[in-house]
Every structure is written in structure tokens, then in C-alpha cells.
Nanobody, 117 residues
Framework: QVQLVESGGGLVQSGGSLRLSCVASGFVFRNYNMGWFRQAPGKERQLVAR???????NYSDFVKGRFTISRDDAKKTVYLQMNSLKPEDTARYYCNRQYGNVWSDNWGQGTQVTVSS
């Protein structure tokens, strides 16, 4: 059974930092690209960052230079280091897996990030 368990969210002031973690199970982690998404109330879910199986990284423009995605295949974990947080980063953050160009429709519960001004 595929499981993705996100953690590390919380309440932080503008300019602060958080590190999110996503522990995966139920599939061969190293064979998948992994990504972080976020969804704010009333808005669509959007891709934040993606890391391939060979550590190639992509970022959406709105987080470039502030967020860093990484992975530890031995721990089956993907991380998102978030620095210089802004109120507009407030959202629920989710991780997901991608095989080829297809993202899974199996989502975890996510972790809430709230940035106060």
C-alpha cells in the first residue's frame, strides 16, 4: 500500500524557515521522481518543486532561490527546505510521486504551513 506522510509544517513569521519531510512507503522510492505541491484555500494545487531519481531539480518561479528540494533514497524521504518565507507561501503542502510524466493520484494528508506577516 502506497503511503506518503508529510510533516514539518507550522506557524512561522515572515522571513522565517521551515523544513518539510515526506516519508514514503509501498513503492520503490528510487525509481520515482518526487515533488512538493501546495494548495491554499480557494486555489488550485500547484507544483512547488520536483526532484528526479538522479537528483535533477526543478522549481516554480515563485520559490526559486528560497526553497530547496532534496531526497534521501535510503530513508525513502523527500525534503523541502523553505527559507525567506512569505505570507503568500501559506498553504497545505503535499508530496507526490511521478513515474515518467505522470503524477500519482494518491495523495497524503499534507502538512499546513502558515506564515504570518
Amino acid at each position: 500500500q502506497v503511503q506518503l506522510v508529510e510533516s514539518g509544517g507550522g506557524l512561522v513569521q515572515s522571513g522565517g524557515s521551515l523544513r518539510l519531510s515526506c516519508v514514503a512507503s509501498g513503492f520503490v522510492f528510487r525509481n520515482y521522481n518526487m515533488g512538493w505541491f501546495r494548495q491554499a484555500p480557494g486555489k488550485e494545487r500547484q507544483l512547488v518543486a520536483r526532484i528526479s531519481g538522479n537528483n535533477y531539480k526543478n522549481y516554480s518561479d515563485f520559490v526559486k532561490g528560497r526553497f530547496t528540494i532534496s531526497r534521501d533514497d535510503a530513508k525513502k524521504t523527500v525534503y523541502l527546505q523553505m527559507n525567506s518565507l512569505k505570507p503568500e507561501d501559506t498553504a497545505r503542502y503535499y508530496c507526490n510521486r511521478q513515474y515518467g510524466n505522470v503524477w500519482s493520484d494518491n495523495w497524503g494528508q499534507g502538512t499546513q504551513v502558515t506564515v504570518s506577516s
